[in-house]
């Protein structure tokens, strides 16, 4: 089962676990406590979906091309949705993690890293 693309690239190497994901949370734009202790929220137009995904160990060749699909600080990427067993497509911001060489030989290997995507449109 593919959980992540990107210009059909299928993402591979997701650590069991690592694929992290809240669909359609509403975006909250402001929140005022009132006299009688009740909250007011006012929520944006648009339900927002964020997916962190944890990637195992890569050799270079195999980080180069992964990163490669999140060089853009957004970027339309497809996901596989809990709620609708489908796969969906929607615009994301993306985070970018810190990365650590485990070792700088020839074939060098990278930690484990995540990438967060936020989304911040429709497609």
């Not at 999140?70 to 339309?76: C, G, P, S, Y």
């Not at 709620?83 to 485990?102: C, D, G, H, I, Y």
């Not at 290997?109 to 449109?121: R, S, T, V």
Request: hydrophobic share 30%.
């Amino acid at each position: 089962m593919t959980l992540l693309e990107h210009e059909g690239f299928k993402f591979k190497n997701i650590l069991k676990g690592g694929y992290r994901i809240k669909e359609d949370e509403p975006e909250v734009l402001s929140e005022v406590k009132m006299s009688d202790r009740s909250i007011k929220r006012n929520y944006g137009d648009m339900p927002k979906t964020s997916i962190k995904v944890k990637f195992g160990q890569l050799d270079k060749d195999t980080y180069k091309e992964y990163m490669s699909h999140f060089a853009k600080d957004e970027d339309i990427y497809s996901y596989f949705s809990f709620n609708s067993q489908t796969m969906k497509t929607k615009k994301f911001f993306v985070t970018r993690p810190e990365v650590a060489a485990l070792s700088i030989t020839d074939n060098h290997k990278y930690d484990e890293f995540e990438i967060e995507l936020n989304q911040c449109g429709v497609v």
